[in-house]
């Protein structure tokens, strides 16, 4: 009996073959994310603590600049107002940071299975997944305290995080790509993201931007994710739609250079690792 297929522009596809690959890609990318996790803080005394300290320390630290300098935060309680933007900020850089080297510490799987490279850094945002839910937690927790509305808006929250992941994704797989052969991509990641905060509304708000570089600064992607985690959190109302759609075209195209130049890369990957 023949499996079960169809037929796609002249070419039988077998259906039941290609379900068996996304079954086993699924398994991969589900038991390197647990390992990741679980690896992330062994033989560490605090554990998973260490997903709130992060964001947390630097809230306090931002909270202390603020008392040297005026920092707006549009009316919001600056504490809550710098978390919610850290808690994806911290989710970002701990991504792409995660990505950077996921190839190359998975060299020996690499050399001996011929699967999807895009499997490690793709588990790399995922495993950071977690993280970030632990971070939101507090967050929650900070919103009950200041007595924080909120309402239908919370609906878009699966579509920023979306947005987020996929942001992380399209920086990392680049980063990852071009990290397998020249650590110097590895090692500036850094430096990359620390200069990427300050041109990210995370200390301070985007209307503290002047109005004439506004377009200019909502190409980068993350200013979209912040703010609209922002005012579906703190002010109980939609996505900003400029931000919005600006992260979303920036991230897509971001996506459909870095992908295509990773699969052409890691034809390589085996011969330099």
């Known amino acids: 009996m023949t499996a079960p297929g169809f037929f796609s522009r002249g070419v039988y596809i077998n259906t039941s073959q290609e379900g ?4 086993r890609f699924f398994t991969l990318l589900g038991a390197l994310v ?5 690896s992330r803080y062994r033989r560490s005394s605090l554990g998973m603590w260490w997903a709130f300290l992060q964001p947390l320390i630097l809230m306090l630290l931002f909270n202390m600049l603020r008392g040297f300098v005026n ?3 549009d009316g919001i309680p600056y504490l809550l107002f710098s978390y919610s933007a850290l808690v ?8 792409v940071a995660a990505c950077g080297p996921s190839i190359i510490t998975n060299a020996d799987v690499i050399k001996k299975i011929a699967l999807p ?3 490690f ?7 950071t997944l977690f993280d970030f839910a632990m971070s939101s937690i507090l967050l929650a927790a900070m919103m009950v305290w200041f007595k924080v509305q909120i309402g239908w808006v919370l609906l878009w929250l699966p579509v920023l995080i979306v947005l987020m ?3 992380a994704f399209a920086v990392g797989i680049l980063l990852a790509g071009l990290g397998t052969f020249r650590k110097d991509f590895i090692f500036a990641t850094p430096f990359l993201t620390q200069a990427w905060l300050f041109v990210t509304p995370v200390i301070y708000p985007l209307s503290s931007v002047p109005e004439k570089w506004q377009s200019l600064y909502m190409l980068n992607p993350m200013v979209g994710v912040i703010e609209g985690f922002r005012n579906v959190l703190l002010k ?6 400029e931000p919005m759609v600006s992260a979303v075209v920036v991230t897509t195209v971001l996506l459909a250079v870095s992908w295509p130049l990773f699969r052409k890369l890691s034809a390589y990957f085996a011969d330099v690792l």
Do not use: G
């Open 20 to 23: 068996r690959w996304a079954s």
């Open 34 to 38: 647990v390992r990741d996790v679980t």
């Open 71 to 73: 920092i707006p935060s």
């Open 88 to 95: 994806p900020w911290t989710f970002f850089t701990n991504s």
């Open 117 to 119: 490279r895009e499997v």
């Open 121 to 127: 850094p793709l588990a790399a945002v995922a495993a």
């Open 165 to 167: 992941a996929a942001t």
């Open 236 to 241: 109980a109302s939609a996505p900003p739609w």
